[in-house]
């Protein structure tokens, strides 16, 4: 599985967020044809929180996701093959693509502070929850709620099997309201440059929702600082416009490797 891991392995610490009734954008595209997907199960739990925010089969007959990270001169296009996770992030600087083997970056010389293979899908993981964790070998379990200002989400752990991605050792637990099973927060652990198992997990905080050809995607994404049931500073905030979601697959031209660009080959620790 291609996860993304987190914003720089210092950007932030746990947090954790009250959920509250969100409002929901309305985002429509025009339907093209109907989808063929790949039927699978799912634990109940998950399956429900799937349905709260669109359903699998849904998801499972996009091909391409599209949407704006950020504001001004710091925006980003960002555009996800879904069926490969060939990725191509454009910015006013640099762009960055994943053609389904090598990670580049082009121009060659151009500024960017850390690694490219790391950071080419961070986003797209994060804004794709909780769909991405339908994705195929992972392993699910139930663990203690999340209790913020005095109410409990119930949570479910996601974990890899060995060889998935380039991180199997990231953990995951998501974690929704009880009544309406919307997702409200994610809780991540980062192994990509250590790949050792650790519990130093960061927390999100999903809201601002909208609803684009019928799934339910982020708008912003807080993280924060977590502590006895409480929300603390927040640390990093994500915003996303101009999403788009649909059935036809981009053109695969799109993320063949420049001349000039220069590759950012997978290390042996990490992804």
């Not at 991540?188 to 050792?196: A, F, H």
């Not at 650790?198 to 977590?226: E, F, H, M, Q």
């Not at 994500?238 to 979601?245: N, Q």
């Given at each position: 599985?291609?996860?993304?891991?987190?914003?720089?392995?210092?950007?932030?610490?746990?947090?954790?967020?009250?959920?509250?009734?969100?409002?929901?954008q309305e985002i429509t595209t025009e339907p093209?044809?109907?989808?063929?997907?790949?039927?699978?199960?799912?634990?109940?739990?998950?399956?429900?929180?799937?349905?709260?925010?669109?359903?699998?089969?849904?998801?499972?007959?996009?091909?391409?996701?599209?949407y704006i990270k950020g504001t001004g001169e710091s925006a980003e296009k960002q555009l996800i093959e879904l069926k490969t996770r060939k990725v191509l992030l454009t910015s006013a600087n640099h762009t960055i693509g994943f053609d389904g083997n090598e990670v580049w970056i082009n121009p060659a010389d151009a500024a960017f502070g850390g690694s490219p293979r790391f950071y080419h899908n961070l986003y797209f993981y994060f804004f794709a929850m909780p769909f991405v964790l339908s994705d195929p070998g992972i392993n699910y379990s139930d663990v203690e709620p999340l209790s913020v200002d005095?109410?409990?989400?119930?949570?479910?752990?996601?974990?890899?099997?060995?060889?998935?991605?380039?991180?199997?050792?990231?953990?995951?637990?998501?974690?929704?309201?009880?009544?309406?099973?919307?997702?409200?927060f994610l809780q991540y652990t980062v192994t990509y440059r250590s790949q050792e198992i650790n519990d130093d997990y960061r927390l999100i905080k999903y809201s601002d929702w909208a609803n684009v050809s019928g799934l339910l995607l982020p708008t912003k994404l807080n993280w924060y600082t977590y502590e006895d049931g409480k929300l603390g500073e927040m640390k990093n905030e994500a915003v996303f416009s101009d999403i788009s979601i649909g059935k036809e697959p981009p053109a695969d031209e799109l993320f063949a490797i420049p001349e000039g660009a220069k590759i950012d080959?997978?290390?042996g620790a990490g992804k």
């Amino acid at each position: 599985m291609k996860k993304a891991f987190t914003l720089c392995a210092a950007v932030l610490y746990l947090s954790a967020c009250q959920p509250a009734r969100q409002e929901v954008q309305e985002i429509t595209t025009e339907p093209e044809s109907e989808p063929i997907t790949e039927k699978r199960s799912f634990p109940e739990n998950l399956t429900k929180v799937l349905d709260a925010h669109g359903g699998y089969d849904t998801w499972a007959g996009m091909h391409q996701l599209s949407y704006i990270k950020g504001t001004g001169e710091s925006a980003e296009k960002q555009l996800i093959e879904l069926k490969t996770r060939k990725v191509l992030l454009t910015s006013a600087n640099h762009t960055i693509g994943f053609d389904g083997n090598e990670v580049w970056i082009n121009p060659a010389d151009a500024a960017f502070g850390g690694s490219p293979r790391f950071y080419h899908n961070l986003y797209f993981y994060f804004f794709a929850m909780p769909f991405v964790l339908s994705d195929p070998g992972i392993n699910y379990s139930d663990v203690e709620p999340l209790s913020v200002d005095g109410t409990d989400y119930p949570g479910i752990k996601i974990s890899y099997n060995e060889g998935v991605g380039d991180s199997p050792k990231d953990n995951y637990i998501l974690y929704y309201d009880a009544g309406t099973f919307q997702m409200q927060f994610l809780q991540y652990t980062v192994t990509y440059r250590s790949q050792e198992i650790n519990d130093d997990y960061r927390l999100i905080k999903y809201s601002d929702w909208a609803n684009v050809s019928g799934l339910l995607l982020p708008t912003k994404l807080n993280w924060y600082t977590y502590e006895d049931g409480k929300l603390g500073e927040m640390k990093n905030e994500a915003v996303f416009s101009d999403i788009s979601i649909g059935k036809e697959p981009p053109a695969d031209e799109l993320f063949a490797i420049p001349e000039g660009a220069k590759i950012d080959a997978k290390s042996g620790a990490g992804k």
